[in-house]
């Protein structure tokens, strides 16, 4: 699985809640990404972070938080400010040297 | 900001033929050209990259080929499988990943 774990696989919440996608990950990796994937979509970036305690907005940031604490997990908050979150949510990271990136499993998260 | 576009959005062809998946893109800067493979419900996965020095690369059934004049790459399937059939997304890398709409590509018996 490439040494990246997202929990849980499935998720429920109720509208108005906030909730967080957790992602680790044991490669050593510097930066870590978090990306959302609509169904028969592409993939479209959150967040990202590049080193520990430092991270940059994606291209649809609204309505999410992350922290990047420790260097081998970057944990992703769904807040209730984000209007659509029903979605498959993607963690991956990379080196930073070469660029190939290891995703995560993924989280499916519904939210009614 | 950088841009990548990928063509065919939905590509069937016949077991047993060739598939051919191609991305244009604007920023020069770009070194690195990765392709993932995601399944129904699964992960993305690295098929197969090239980087900016290389013109082809080939691994068995997959290769790449890159036009760093032209702006473009692309996937090259042969001899088709059933198990081909998924989404392939290309992408291109610079401090981070940027990525093609993706190609649906459905192997017909």
């Known amino acids: 699985d490439g040494g990246i774990t997202q929990s849980p696989k499935y998720l429920f919440r109720k509208e108005g809640q906030n909730v967080t996608l957790s992602c680790e990950q044991n490669l050593n990796h510097d930066a870590m990404y978090w990306y959302r994937q609509d169904p028969g979509q592409g993939l479209r970036l959150i967040y990202y972070s590049q080193i520990v305690n430092d991270f940059q907005k994606g291209d649809i940031a609204e309505g999410y938080s992350v922290s990047r604490e420790k260097k081998e997990s970057f944990p992703l908050t769904v807040t209730s400010a984000q209007k659509n979150p029903t979605a498959f949510y993607l963690c991956?990271?990379?080196?930073?040297?070469?660029?190939?990136?290891?995703f995560g499993p993924g989280t499916r998260l519904t939210v009614t | 900001g950088e841009n990548v576009e990928q063509h065919p959005s939905t590509l069937s062809v016949q077991e047993g033929d060739s598939a051919v998946i191609k991305c244009t893109y604007s920023d020069s800067a770009s070194n690195y050209f990765p392709w993932y493979k995601q399944e129904l419900g699964k992960r993305p996965q690295l098929i197969i990259d090239i980087r900016s020095n290389v013109g082809e690369k080939k691994d068995q059934r997959i290769a790449v080929t890159l036009n760093k004049t032209a702006k473009h790459f692309s996937l090259h399937i042969t001899e088709t499988q059933p198990e081909d059939s998924a989404v392939y997304f290309c992408?291109?890398?610079?401090?981070?990943?940027?990525w093609g709409a993706g190609t649906k590509l459905i192997i017909k018996p």
């Open positions: 991956a990271s990379n080196s930073g040297r070469t660029g190939e990136q290891y």
């Open positions: 992408a291109l890398y610079n401090y981070q990943l940027i």
